[in-house]
């Protein structure tokens, strides 16, 4: 059960497109499009494979091992379960629309351009399909050094100060998480005698509060400056404008759904004493995310900024919803991350398209676009319909069963979070009022392109995504609900059989003994 | 008393690299131009690394005093290999040391004797013998450009600060000897708890934490570092630095026995907390190059202080593996140096930036060295921290791990700016300068040996591994 290529092959065939770009001779742009478009395509196509393929069970499938640094006890491990799958399905659909939607904007630089993208394509899903805890942490800081290239090199004005912000921001929390899996390792090594990173060895691990807590913090810190919670935010608006139309797809897309990833995979389950401690703080901060991103976004003047702001709101949406803990939030959340992913992304292209033909994104310079181009503007429309949650639309089932989840448990939090998708319709629909309907105020707006036929191909796949996401959304969570099921008996029976923080502290098998960090 | 068995078989290696240094210095007297020198010195070197490669880690020479366990019989390796890649380099910098290559490479040459030597021995007084012979050559190639003041300046200031560690060296050894009667390493251990011999291990630590830049022993480093002509700093940078290590090791397990291991780990956290952060505050301030490499260099000292922490948890192995981690990174982070040197000068970042347009293959490899010197993982820099890393959490110093992984943090800001300046700050208008091929050829190969073994560590790992824990490590600790 451990011989499926499938996922070695969603790796590796990014990889080989970056190489095969990087042997080319310098100026063959034309020869770097095409490979990066082709690899990102046929990646698309074999991760399609994965998902009819994948069963509707807890397990985790298409399982690949081999022994990689036996010394160390890591191994080269993949698989996936529900929750991985549809992220990388997700990632392997952006990444195609990311490539194509950069053909024109970018003529710096090119092969390096296409070649970060497909190597940043491969961490990702390797960050998704990581089965040891070691891998794991490789993927998730490579795929640091291409995104830090896309924003520095092709970013905008303030683009240095951006990425180095991004970069130290993210590398902040993923040391300390380092730490915390070389504490985990050694645990194990104590309890067991051998070294191994493997996830299903390691959460098999009984750890008492005390240490729970401080792992917890750890990984809870790396994920949450990654989604990004609130007061961690602050990298996110910055990187979000300063990237190019590609980087931001991908950062708003795939990179902040590895925190909700990193909360459902690894902090929820293996802390969950300490996750249960924490979980009033992090609805706090996820309601201070909400309405403060809602409010930020509202008074911004660049459309690029305001999309950068609202993920901040809605990644606040998705936080809450782990934190309820329930089937229904959690689905919301996964829901409402895919859904993050297709209408923040699109968003992005579309600022992205009129950026190409006006260099400036200002709301004061455009308005009365409607009039030149009908098309484009029916796709901002559509974009934030999903984005504010129109009945019909994927953010509605999103938000709803998020809110659903969490009536339950924190009603009050519940009440607090519906402000914001009133907040999320005021200040999407004041933009899209400010940009598209009216009169044309600059004379520089009188004749703009409508979309060309590749844009309308670009956006196609999203906008029945959109729909089809919001119609029939069983579709998709058919093949998550028996993973989540399972993280949540998993969670629950542990609460139940480590004594809860405010009783009698756990009693520790014999034999293992732990140091207070 | 009987003559002890000299057994100089087994001490081949280093009369073969002694004999190098000779022949070099003699040609160097008979011809000026001394083309000859760099082919047959490395015939020298390369002989005495199959010596190396052919005898048994476990042999003594010397009635027992010199090698005889894993971490002696890497060092002389190291020390041989590294001694052979300058010799490569230097005679692609002819230029640099004009006709006074044959001396160069003497120099050279007899500090490494004095390194393999120093790492090597089981005794304080041969331990010395090495330092001095290492060390004297060193001062003078800091002052080897002599019209150049900055080097005057490099070479007189490591001179000082470097007699003034030696003069503590000498005061602890005298101390060691009143207190046990003898310097043989094993057989001071019976002076345990003795206050005398206490306070000689104390001086002794503060003559090898100048020689491996420990804070708060490191001042000397920035100004030797930057005066000196940037291959000899290449040298500075990671031989004085290994061997001075490998020495460390030695005063380790002596001071466990002689002082308790408490107080010996005490000492050893506390000057690896000052050096971490130390070193890498201090890089993240400075503007010049060769200045940040510096204060890099002293931070690196931290992470392998972290190292000593733990010997007996796989702290000695992390330690081997770390120094030719760093010894790989750090080349060839000042090969690509050279040649940006070479095409207009790269003393400050300013003067780099846009050269990732003009040399994309050799800056790429700096982003690789830079990455690696950062600790990200896919490269032999990641390896190395984890190693250290666990060593440490393995015996219980957890809060000293989360003070070397801040210190990391910091570096990533002062390493990516290099990146950023090669990349992100528009094109270099400087003149490409043709650069002796063998510089390009060694970056590159430099960046292979970074990626290579940051990926596929178990090529070196199991080896040096074993070595580690030959001598005074518990070998049990390494799992399957």
Redesign the interface.
């Known amino acids: 059960m451990m011989d499926h290529v499938l996922l070695n092959w969603l790796l590796a065939l990014p990889a080989a497109g970056a190489l095969l770009i990087a042997a080319a001779p ?1 100026r063959s742009g034309a020869w770097a499009r095409g490979v990066a478009l082709a690899a990102s395509l046929v990646t698309f196509a074999a991760s399609l494979v994965l998902w009819f393929d994948f069963e509707s069970n807890a397990l985790f499938q298409f399982q690949f091992a081999v022994d990689w ?5 890591i191994a080269y491990h993949v698989g996936v379960d529900g929750i991985s799958v549809l992220l990388v399905l997700l990632t392997t659909l952006l990444c195609p629309l990311a490539i194509w939607s950069s053909f024109h904007s970018v003529t710096k ?1 090119v092969r390096g351009f296409y070649a970060c993208l497909l190597l940043l394509e491969a961490a990702m899903i390797g960050v998704f399909v990581a089965c040891d805890l ?1 891998l794991f ?2 993927f998730w ?2 795929m ?2 291409p995104m ?2 896309l924003i ?2 092709w970013g905008g004005e303030r ?2 100060y951006a ?2 912000k991004f ?2 921001f993210t ?2 929390g993923s ?2 998480m ?2 915390a899996i ?2 985990l ?2 645990a194990n ?1 104590k309890a067991t ?3 191994n990173f493997d996830l299903q060895a390691l959460s098999q691990l009984h750890i008492p509060y005390q240490v729970q807590v401080w792992l917890f913090l750890a990984f809870a810190l790396s994920f949450a400056i990654k989604l990004p919670l609130f007061p961690f935010h602050t990298w996110l608006p910055d990187a979000h404008v300063e990237a190019p139309t590609a980087g931001s797809v991908l950062l708003a897309g795939v990179l902040l759904k590895m925190g909700v990833y990193g909360f459902l995979r690894f902090a929820i389950p293996w802390f969950p004493l300490a996750f249960a401690q924490f979980a009033p703080v992090l609805i706090v901060l996820s309601l201070t995310g909400i309405l403060y991103g809602a409010i930020v976004a509202m008074v911004q003047k660049d459309v690029k900024s305001l999309v950068a702001y609202s993920s901040v709101a809605h990644m606040g949406f998705v936080m809450l919803g782990l934190c309820a803990l329930n089937l229904q939030s959690l689905s919301g959340s996964l829901l409402q991350s895919l859904n993050h992913g297709v209408t923040t992304g699109m968003l992005f292209l579309v600022v992205g398209m009129i950026y190409e033909r006006r260099h400036t994104r200002q709301i004061d310079e455009l308005g009365g676009l409607f009039a030149v181009m009908p098309l484009w503007t029916t796709a901002l429309i559509i974009a934030t319909l999903g984005s504010i949650g129109l009945p019909g639309t994927n953010g509605f089932v999103g938000e709803f069963l998020i809110l659903l989840g969490t009536f339950k448990v924190h009603p009050t939090a519940a009440a607090f979070a519906t402000f914001g998708i009133v907040l999320a319709a005021v200040y999407m629909l004041w933009m899209l009022q400010r940009v598209v309907f009216g009169k044309i105020t600059r004379t520089e707006n009188e004749h703009l392109r409508d979309t060309s036929a590749r844009e309308g191909l670009l956006l196609v796949p999203l906008i029945a995504l959109i729909f089809w996401m919001g119609i029939t959304p069983n579709a998709f969570l058919g093949k998550v609900t028996p993973a989540l099921e399972k993280l949540l008996g998993e969670v629950y029976a542990r609460q139940t059989a480590q004594a809860g923080p405010s009783s009698e502290p756990p009693s520790e098998p014999a034999g293992i003994t732990y ?1 207070q ?1 | 008393m009987s003559s002890p068995d000299l057994n100089l078989a087994a001490f081949l290696p280093e009369l073969l690299l002694g004999a190098a240094a000779l022949v070099a210095l003699l040609s160097g007297a008979l011809s000026r131009e001394a083309r000859f020198v760099g082919p047959l010195s490395s015939v020298l070197l390369l002989a005495a690394i199959v010596a190396w490669w052919q005898a048994d880690p476990a042999a003594v020479s010397f009635g027992g005093q010199y090698g005889g366990d894993g971490t002696a019989y890497f060092a002389r390796g190291l020390f041989l290999v590294t001694a052979l890649v300058l010799t490569f380099l230097a005679a692609g910098g002819r230029a640099l040391v004009k006709a006074r290559h044959a001396e160069f490479l003497s120099l050279l040459y007899i500090s490494a004797l004095g390194m393999m030597v120093m790492s090597a021995a089981q005794n304080f007084a041969i331990i010395f013998l090495g330092l001095e012979t290492m060390s004297i050559p060193l001062y003078v190639m800091a002052a080897y450009e002599r019209t150049d003041s900055a080097s005057i300046e490099a070479g007189v200031k490591y001179f000082l600060y470097g007699a003034f560690a030696s003069a503590f060296f000498v005061y602890g050894m005298a101390l060691l000897f009143l207190s046990a009667g003898t310097l043989d390493i094993p057989r001071v251990y019976a002076a345990a708890h003795a206050p005398v011999a206490i306070t000689g291990l104390l001086l002794i630590l503060v003559g090898l934490a100048f020689k491996v830049a420990a804070v708060p022993f490191h001042m000397w480093a920035p100004d030797a570092y930057s005066g000196a002509p940037t291959l000899v700093t290449a040298f500075f940078a990671i031989a004085p630095k290994a061997a001075g290590f490998l020495a460390l090791v030695r005063w380790v397990a002596t001071a466990n026995h002689v002082a308790g291991s408490e107080g010996t780990v005490a000492l050893c956290s506390a000057l690896a907390f000052l050096t971490i952060l130390g070193g890498n505050l201090g890089a993240l301030v400075q503007s010049r190059l060769k200045r940040m490499l510096a204060y890099s260099s002293v931070a690196h000292a931290g992470y392998l202080l972290l190292a000593l922490v733990a010997p007996d948890s796989g702290g000695t192995q992390a330690l081997l593996f770390y120094l030719v981690a760093y010894a790989v990174m750090t080349l060839g982070a000042f090969v690509v140096l050279l040649v940006y040197e070479r095409d207009g000068g790269a003393a400050t970042y300013d003067e780099i930036s846009g050269r990732g ?1 003009q040399r ?1 293959a050799l800056s790429l490899c700096m982003t690789v060295f830079m ?1 690696s010197l950062a600790g ?3 490269t032999i820099g ?2 190395g921290k ?2 250290i ?2 060593s440490a ?2 015996s ?1 110093h ?2 000293l ?2 003070v070397a ?2 210190g ?2 910091v570096s ?2 002062y390493y ?1 700016r290099v ?2 300046y090669l ?3 528009g094109e270099s208008d400087r003149a490409l300068t043709a650069s002796p091929r063998v510089w390009a050829v060694a970056a590159l190969l430099l960046a292979a040996g970074t990626v290579i073994l940051g990926v ?3 090529i070196l ?2 080896a040096l ?1 074993s070595l580690g824990s030959a001598g005074s490590v518990d070998s049990t600790w ?3």
């Open positions: 310098a640094m036996p010394s160390l006890g630089s070691a942490y490789v800081e490579a640091l050094i830090y290239f520095g090199i683009r240095r990425t180095l970069v130290l590398l902040l040391l300390l380092l730490v070389v504490y390792a050694v090594f005698g051998l070294w140091e960090p | 347009y994309p990455v990200l993982p896919g990641f390896i984890l190693q890393f666990k959490v393995l219980g957890v809060i791990v989360i992984v801040t990391t943090l990533v800001a990516l990146v950023v990349y992100m700050r596929f560590p178990e790992w199991p591994a390494a799992g399957p």
